[in-house]
């Protein structure tokens, strides 16, 4: 695109970094599904026209011009604020957590149209959440749901290396459920019960207004957001801090 051309988008924030005394670079989740950067200038004046409207996790129409590296903000309306998200720690944290597994699954030039409508109902789910626990659900659901949508759908009926229905435990870097046998062989590999493969398997195929509605013991999702955060990890292949965070408090 010639410089000085503009262009609309719609965006999801996903990262905010400083830029100079005014500015800030933002880091984005387009509508359809690629990452983008844009500079905001003067987002860091108090009380500046666009420090509101580029916060994070807010959802904003873009009209975006062409720059020298970058491209820059050149105007900005909110669609969704998420103001929830940044006014509660633990629906602050939880958000947190899940812009940065965005952040990791989405890439520049990478168009796909599952990534940012999931990425908005799941922003909206934490702030229709009044529970720890169903906070924990949501993320563990996020994680297994995009790693699945990008081919790393965790297998949970049968051994990943044998086949046998008898499985007992859990290996993210083999893919899902193994059996005792095979187990041996394996590092890391976790115990799991049948009713936490039971919820794994749910959770893939649950809307968010499912997950809002279920009850669960508080055991049960620890193990669950555990399995996520080794899944996540393995399988995205970085240390995810706001995630290390999230479940350190
Ligand atoms: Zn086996």
């Excluded at 695109?1 to 924030?13: A, C, L, N």
Aim: proline fraction near 1%; include cysteine.
């Amino acid at each position: 695109m010639p410089r000085g051309r503009t262009f609309r988008t719609k965006g999801i924030v996903l990262h905010k970094t400083k830029l100079g005394e005014q500015d800030i670079i933002l880091t984005f989740l387009a509508d359809d599904g690629s990452q983008h950067q844009a500079v905001a200038k003067g987002a860091r004046k108090p009380g500046g026209r666009l420090a509101a409207r580029c916060d994070l996790f807010c959802e904003v129409d873009f009209l975006l011009a062409q720059g020298r590296s970058l491209n820059v903000v050149a105007e900005a309306s909110l669609i969704t604020s998420h103001q929830v998200l940044r006014t509660n720690l633990e629906h602050m944290s939880c958000a947190s957590c899940v812009v940065e597994i965005a952040q990791h699954s989405s890439f520049e030039d990478a168009r796909d149209s599952f990534l940012f409508p999931l990425l908005s109902r799941v922003l909206l789910a934490i702030e229709q959440a009044h529970t720890t626990e169903q906070l924990d659900l949501i993320i563990t659901a996020y994680v297994f749901k995009i790693l699945a949508h990008q081919g790393w759908r965790a297998q949970l009926d049968a051994c990943v290396v044998c086949g046998d229905s008898d499985v007992s435990r859990f290996s993210a870097a083999m893919g899902g459920v193994v059996c005792e046998s095979c187990a041996s062989h394996i590092e890391g590999a976790e115990l799991i019960t049948q009713t936490e493969i039971k919820w794994l398997d749910a959770l893939l195929h649950m809307t968010f207004d499912q997950i809002l509605a279920v009850q669960i013991d508080k055991q049960t999702v620890l193990y669950l957001i555990s399995l996520a955060h080794i899944w996540a990890v393995t399988h995205l292949d970085c240390r995810l801090r706001a995630f290390e965070y999230y479940l350190s408090v």
